[in-house]
């Protein structure tokens, strides 16, 4: 079974820092890794996926992600924060590894920005 | 484009009441979601629909039904509710087009029982 772990429920930057928002998964089959990010009272919105090809992904608002194989790691980046960055971030995952696959989702990392 | 649409967005019931969300998509998605997402929980799989007509269990289906009669409709059906419902419940699809298999999202109903 595929699983999902996001590294800190919360996490505080200040504007103009760097973000980093850590997402571990674990997977028998070659992923399909998710970003979303939910703003309050909203839906999900997609921020990035990885599929296959190129590991560096670059998404919306300057968000980018990188799978690497040997860490089981998609870690989300951003190089400077801005205040509109606060929101709620899920890392999620393909459960059959493939576009056919339900997605199974972190439990989410706040993200607050500091003026 | 409306994209993904819910109703109600809000509902107060007390326990043993009934009631139905309704999910709504104009994008002609094959596969359909209903989540429920909870504090520090993430979203969890209630139902899912791979097409009209069909309909399976997710990861928490215990309290709910689903039926999906129209492909751009799915419903989610409480039939007597229970405080432990308490949730915001999130609608989602996904087309079969799509490579790595995004899922568009509602947003949201958030249900609260007495």
């Known amino acids: 079974a595929q699983s999902v772990t996001q590294l800190g429920s919360h996490v505080s930057v200040s504007e103009g820092a760097l973000v980093l928002l850590r997402c571990n998964y674990s997977s028998s089959v070659p992923p399909y890794l998710f970003w979303y990010v939910q703003y309050p009272n909203q839906g999900l919105q997609l921020l990035l996926k990885?599929?296959?090809?190129?590991?560096l992904v670059k998404g919306i608002n300057g968000f980018e992600a990188e799978f690497k194989k040997s860490e089981t790691s998609f870690h989300l980046t951003k190089p400077s924060a801005h205040m509109s960055d606060a929101a709620e971030y899920f890392c999620a995952v393909s459960d059959r590894g493939g576009s056919q696959g339900n997605l199974i989702f972190g439990k989410g990392t706040k993200l607050s920005v500091k003026p | 484009n409306a994209g993904v649409t819910q109703t109600p967005k809000f509902r107060v019931l007390k326990t043993g009441q009934s009631m139905t969300l309704l999910c709504a998509q104009d994008?002609?998605?094959?596969?359909m979601y209903w989540y429920r997402q909870d504090p520090g929980m993430g979203l969890r799989l209630i139902h899912y629909s791979v097409g009209e007509g069909t309909t399976a269990k997710g990861e928490v289906p215990d309290g709910y039904n689903v039926s999906r009669l129209k492909k751009q409709n799915f419903l989610l059906g409480l039939e007597s509710a229970a405080p432990s419902q308490t949730s915001v419940y999130f609608c989602?699809?996904?087309?079969?087009?799509?490579?790595?298999?995004?899922?568009?999202f509602g947003p949201g109903t958030r249900l609260t029982v007495l």
């Open positions: 990885y599929t296959t090809g190129a590991t």
């Open positions: 994008m002609n998605h094959e596969y």
């Open positions: 989602a699809s996904r087309g079969t087009g799509t490579r790595g298999g995004e899922q568009f």
